[in-house]
T-cell receptor, first 112, second 112 residues
């Protein structure tokens, strides 16, 4: 069965600092991997996705993630945090069109 | 191009009443997914539908919950005889090609 583990339920960074949100997955088949962001009382917005091909994926708002099969990881990074990045981030895995399996989420706080 | 629409955005029901949640997918999308978000539990898949067909309902509670996606009109998630434990945010997502899912703003159900 597929599963997703997000290490760290809360991450705090200063404005301008590197953002690193960790995600490890378990899947018996090559997975599709996703990062979503959720702002308070809103739905989820797709940040980026990996399906096949290039393992370094660039998304919206300056975020990127790298698929590392040997480490079963898909960590999300952004070189310089903005106050507007404060939100909850979810990593998810899917087996080619089936339901998304989400991690428990990581709340990112950004201080000035 | 309008996004995924959900209504109502907020719904209050007394214990024992019925709740009907509606989801209109994005134009051209024929795949609909329902998820439930509970505090401390994260997002959990409930059901996956295509027009007039339930494809996967493995995440749906066996009793009181049902879903449909008719040939015409929105997808409906129906909860009969609601209990306090049903209080949650319910999200609908749609996709065209059954791997990239776009989420609606959610319906926040409160059972009093």
């Amino acid at each position: 069965a597929q599963s997703v583990t997000q290490l760290g339920s809360h991450v705090s960074v200063s404005e301008g600092a590197l953002v690193l949100l960790r995600c490890n997955y378990s899947s018996s088949v090559p997975p599709y991997l996703f990062w979503y962001v959720q702002y308070p009382n809103q739905g989820l917005q797709l940040l980026l996705k990996y399906t096949t091909g290039a393992t370094l994926v660039k998304g919206i708002n300056g975020f990127e993630a790298e698929f590392k099969k040997s480490e079963t990881s898909f960590h999300l990074t952004k070189p310089s945090a903005h106050m507007s990045d404060a939100a909850e981030y979810f990593c998810a895995v899917s087996d080619r069109g089936t339901a998304l399996i989400f991690g428990k989420g990581t709340t990112l706080s950004v201080s000035s | 191009n309008a996004g995924v629409m959900q209504n109502p955005r907020h719904l209050v029901r007394r214990r024992g009443q019925e709740a009907r949640l509606r989801c209109s997918p994005m134009k051209g999308h024929s795949h609909v997914y329902w998820y439930r978000q509970l505090p401390e539990e994260g997002l959990k898949f409930m059901v996956y539908l295509q027009k007039e067909n339930i494809i996967d309902e493995s995440g749906m509670p066996k009793e009181r919950f049902s879903a449909e996606f008719p040939k015409e009109g929105p997808s409906i998630l129906r909860i009969q005889q609601v209990v306090r434990g049903d209080s949650a945010a319910y999200f609908c997502a749609s996709s065209r090609d059954n791997y990239e899912q776009y989420f609606g703003p959610g319906t926040r159900l409160t059972v009093t």
